[in-house]
């Protein structure tokens, strides 16, 4: 059966812990606990600036994530989307979620009447390429960054 997907909230603080620390360990981060603390309070803030929504399997449990926001563009009067974060359990990948998660995401996105969504990954992440080349269109942009 497909992953059933929904809002984050604050009853899924345990969970979304284990699932976040997964996260950071496949991109190899360490965060300071602050900082994953103020992640967890603006995404379950229904006036903060970033949202999610979490997979759950057949048994209730979550299994994936995903953490987006919204923000004004200069080339169009609607919103766009930014998919910050994507993650599903090691154990849980393969079952459908992480497209689940995005088609979610793309279903809120038309309702809502945004422009468009979008994400970036790491080069070397081709099992989740592999997905994103079903699901989205690979443009040519190239990111910079100034760390400070």
């Not at 059933?4 to 969970?15: Q, Y």
């Not at 603006?42 to 057949?58: C, E, F, Q, W, Y």
């Not at 009447?113 to 989740?128: L, P």
Request: contains cysteine; hydrophobic residues 45%; aromatic residues 12%.
């Amino acid at each position: 059966m497909a992953p059933h997907i929904r809002t984050l909230d604050e009853a899924d603080k345990t969970a979304w812990r284990r699932l976040w620390a997964g996260y950071l360990h496949f991109y190899k981060t360490d965060l300071d606990a602050d900082v994953s603390e103020d992640t967890w309070a603006r995404l379950v803030d229904p006036a903060g600036n970033i949202a999610g929504l979490v997979a759950l399997d057949d048994a209730g449990e979550i299994i994936g994530f995903a953490h987006y926001l919204l923000h004004p563009g200069t080339w169009s009067a609607r919103p766009l989307c930014y998919l910050e974060d994507l993650f599903v359990s090691e154990a849980a990948r393969g079952t459908g979620a992480g497209r689940a998660l995005i088609e979610a995401l793309r279903t809120k996105a038309q309702e809502n009447g945004w422009k468009a969504v979008y994400w970036q990954t790491a080069a070397d992440n081709f099992q989740a390429q592999a997905l994103y080349d079903k699901v989205a269109r690979r443009t040519d942009w190239v990111r910079y960054e100034i760390d400070l």
